[in-house]
Nanobody
Framework: QVQLVESGGGLVQSGGSRTLSCVIE?????????MAWFRQAPGKEREFVAG??????HTRYSDSVEGRFDLTRNGAKSTLQMTNLKSEDTAIYFC?????????????????WGQGTQVTVSS
């Protein structure tokens, strides 16, 4: 059974940095998965944050994190480096994966989801 395992959430001060990781466990080596991160703040809908293609050659970011967040991957593990964090970045961050070469900003196109990890930015 394929599953996503996230780590790295926690409390960070405004202007600080935090790194999230996500690993695809249980996949077949021949399966290709694009990966992405979404987040959901209290009372808001889940939104796209960043995505990366299967082989890591293409990334995309939401306007709100462009230039501050950096998404990379090494095989089945993706790493989201978050810098210059702001209070509005406070949310539960979810790792997602889909069996396509390219990532997407469309939430419903992902069939695998992690359990979520809380990131809280204090001002």
């Amino acid at each position: 059974q394929v599953q996503l395992v996230e780590s790295g959430g926690g409390l960070v001060q405004s202007g600080g940095s935090r790194t999230l990781s996500c690993v695809i466990e249980g996949r077949n080596l021949e399966d290709n998965y694009a990966m992405a991160w979404f987040r959901q703040a209290p009372g808001k809908e889940r939104e796209f944050v960043a995505g990366i293609s299967t082989f890591g050659g293409h990334t995309r970011y939401s306007d709100s994190v462009e230039g501050r967040f950096d998404l990379t991957r090494n095989g089945a593990k993706s790493t989201l480096q978050m810098t210059n964090l702001k209070s509005e970045d406070t949310a539960i961050y979810f790792c997602a994966a889909r069996p396509w070469l390219q990532s997407s900003q469309v939430l419903t196109s992902y069939n695998l989801w992690g359990q979520g990890t809380q990131v809280t930015v204090s001002s």
